[in-house]
């Protein structure tokens, strides 16, 4: 994949690792295949957006792998680079399935709401769940992902059971726009 000037400018300019980068490469794979086939049946969808938050998505990475904070810091590094807000937000919004302001306040964070709701947002959202680090991985692998994090953090059970149901809807969302099954 040719990777856009500007993604990679964004890249060297604040160092993020090569198996970041790779994640985002994969994110943007499943995404990108996502969003052609929603278009090609028929419905209207920002393949440039989906491309551009998909590779830029993670570039919070660069100064914490915290996974409460990344999305946060991605959104603060892209508007300050004067990103266009449409990938900021793709980018702010896609951790797991969303938080809502509530569950943002509850582990810590500025009682925002960060749930995906545009088409583009959805789609990045649900990449990045699909994405194994830098392989290509399914929406099981990610159901089994949740498994793991209540096995070793069982006092986040009530994130991660919202997290299902949330996937699920996207999931079924982007299974009935774009005709493929994850």
């Given at each position: ?91 702010e919004r896609h951790f797991s399935a969303g938080i809502t302001a509530e569950e943002a306040e509850r582990i810590g ?17 649900f990449a990045d769940n699909l994405a194994m680090g830098d392989r290509e991985g399914t929406f099981e692998d990610f ?40």
């Amino acid at each position: 994949m040719d990777v856009p000037s500007d993604v990679l400018r964004l890249w060297e300019s604040y160092n993020l690792e090569e198996s970041v980068r790779r994640h985002c490469l994969t994110v943007s794979k499943i995404a990108l295949k996502i969003a052609q086939r929603i278009r090609k049946n028929g419905h209207r969808v920002d393949i440039d957006a989906v491309l551009m938050g998909s590779l830029l998505h993670d570039i919070g990475r660069a100064i914490t792998h915290d996974p409460f904070q990344h999305f946060v810091k991605s959104a603060e590094i892209l508007r300050k680079e004067k990103v266009d807000e449409k990938v900021v937000r793709i980018a702010e919004r896609h951790f797991s399935a969303g938080i809502t302001a509530e569950e943002a306040e509850r582990i810590g964070l500025e009682p925002k709401d960060y749930m995906p709701e545009t088409l583009e947002e959805k789609i990045v959202s649900f990449a990045d769940n699909l994405a194994m680090g830098d392989r290509e991985g399914t929406f099981e692998d990610f159901m089994k992902r949740l498994d793991e994090i209540d096995r070793k953090n069982p006092e986040m059970r009530w994130l991660t059971d919202r997290t299902r149901e949330r996937a699920r809807k996207i999931k079924e969302e982007l299974e009935r726009l774009s005709g493929l099954v994850f």
